[in-house]
């Protein structure tokens, strides 16, 4: 099911207690984005973050949560949860290594997958009944000559990208390789640019890498992950949303955002991930959200 984006309208700033009890009146699901909006970096939890769902749960509110990241596996960010002590089921958590997962299986398809990405992704494909190769340091050896007579496995059938601090020129080389054929299949979990952090540090994000293997290919992916329509489809097939009394909750514009809106759901923006409110100025209209708030803390003023 894919919504038309709504009329381009002004965000609305949350700001008190009946604009808050307003919006969550209006909705039966929140979909939460994760790092930037629950937490920042690896284990900074955002403030409050945990009494906030569960503060929606005692309200009856169904609660997903729909991350871009494909480093964890789902039984990897429900001990994340726990660690942060933010309530959680695994059957709640939909990362966009799970979804490459889901979308290869609901192809039908059975065979060998090449990853550039790590454990994560891979035991989600491998628990969908597929074997993965490729995973782990790939570090490139030789000359030209060598190069050029790389084995390659005859039955690969399929190449997933995601995240991978493994990342090198041979994993490149290889993934474009099996991705000459035409009939390999070709996903990417997300095109995310970097991820969200408190310091100067810039860290690339999953698109940096899916971006050297398309070009090396000369092909473009499937993108699973936010604001794809997959990704959608995959937390629909469980939970049957009614998008329009759903509201995703998210810090990056051009994915939280647009997924909302692409499929008719309400959007929350809040200010502690990647996008800042001086951004709102010059968006383009898929990408206004229709509220924003500083934290998603701000919703217990609703209580």
């Given at each position: 099911?894919?919504?038309?984006?709504?009329?381009n309208?002004?965000?609305?700033?949350?700001?008190?207690a009946?604009?808050?009890?307003?919006?969550?009146?209006?909705?039966?699901t929140?979909?939460?984005?994760?790092?930037?909006?629950?937490?920042?970096?690896?284990?900074?939890?955002?403030?409050?973050?945990a009494q906030?769902?569960?503060?929606?749960?005692?309200?009856?509110?169904?609660?997903c949560?729909?991350?871009?990241?494909?480093?964890?596996?789902?039984?990897?960010?429900?001990?994340?949860?726990?660690?942060?002590?933010?309530?959680?089921h695994?059957d709640?958590?939909?990362?966009?290594?799970?979804?490459?997962?889901?979308?290869?299986?609901?192809?039908?398809?059975?065979?060998?997958?090449?990853?550039?990405?790590?454990t994560?992704?891979?035991?989600?494909?491998e628990?969908?009944?597929?074997?993965?190769?490729?995973?782990?340091?790939?570090?490139?050896?030789?000359k030209?000559?060598?190069?050029?007579?790389?084995?390659?496995?005859?039955?690969?059938?399929?190449?997933?990208?995601?995240?991978?601090?493994?990342?090198?020129y041979l994993k490149?080389?290889?993934?474009?390789?099996?991705?000459?054929?035409?009939?390999?299949?070709?996903?990417?979990?997300?095109?995310?640019?970097?991820?969200?952090?408190?310091?100067?540090?810039?860290?690339?994000?999953?698109?940096?890498?899916?971006?050297?293997?398309?070009?090396?290919?000369?092909?473009?992916?499937i993108?699973?992950?936010?604001?794809?329509k997959p990704?959608?489809?995959?937390?629909?097939?469980?939970?049957?949303?009614?998008?329009?009394?759903?509201?995703?909750?998210?810090?990056?514009?051009?994915?939280?955002?647009?997924?909302?809106?692409?499929?008719?759901?309400?959007?929350?923006?809040?200010?502690?991930g990647?996008?800042?409110?001086?951004?709102?100025?010059?968006?383009?209209?898929?990408?206004?959200?229709?509220?924003?708030?500083?934290?998603?803390?701000?919703?217990?003023?609703?209580?």
């Amino acid at each position: 099911m894919s919504g038309k984006t709504a009329p381009n309208r002004s965000p609305n700033k949350l700001e008190n207690a009946g604009q808050w009890r307003s919006l969550i009146a209006s909705i039966d699901t929140v979909l939460f984005d994760c790092d930037g909006v629950l937490w920042v970096g690896n284990a900074d939890p955002v403030s409050q973050a945990a009494q906030t769902i569960d503060y929606l749960r005692t309200l009856g509110k169904k609660i997903c949560f729909v991350t871009n990241n494909s480093s964890k596996s789902r039984n990897e960010y429900l001990k994340k949860f726990q660690t942060l002590k933010i309530s959680a089921h695994k059957d709640e958590i939909y990362t966009s290594g799970y979804v490459a997962a889901h979308y290869l299986s609901k192809m039908g398809y059975t065979g060998k997958v090449y990853l550039v990405c790590v454990t994560g992704t891979q035991y989600e494909i491998e628990a969908m009944g597929m074997k993965c190769i490729g995973v782990g340091p790939a570090p490139l050896e030789g000359k030209l000559e060598d190069w050029i007579n790389e084995p390659l496995e005859s039955d690969v059938g399929a190449v997933v990208v995601g995240y991978d601090n493994h990342i090198s020129y041979l994993k490149i080389m290889r993934a474009a390789s099996y991705l000459n054929d035409p009939a390999c299949i070709f996903i990417a979990t997300n095109e995310d640019s970097r991820l969200p952090t408190k310091g100067k540090v810039v860290i690339p994000g999953t698109g940096c890498i899916v971006a050297a293997v398309k070009v090396g290919a000369e092909r473009e992916p499937i993108v699973v992950g936010k604001p794809n329509k997959p990704m959608f489809d995959c937390i629909t097939e469980s939970t049957q949303l009614d998008p329009s009394r759903t509201l995703m909750v998210g810090d990056r514009l051009n994915t939280d955002i647009l997924f909302g809106r692409q499929f008719g759901m309400k959007t929350l923006l809040v200010l502690t991930g990647i996008s800042k409110e001086s951004d709102l100025h010059n968006a383009p209209p898929d990408l206004i959200p229709d509220f924003y708030t500083e934290s998603v803390a701000n919703m217990l003023l609703a209580k």
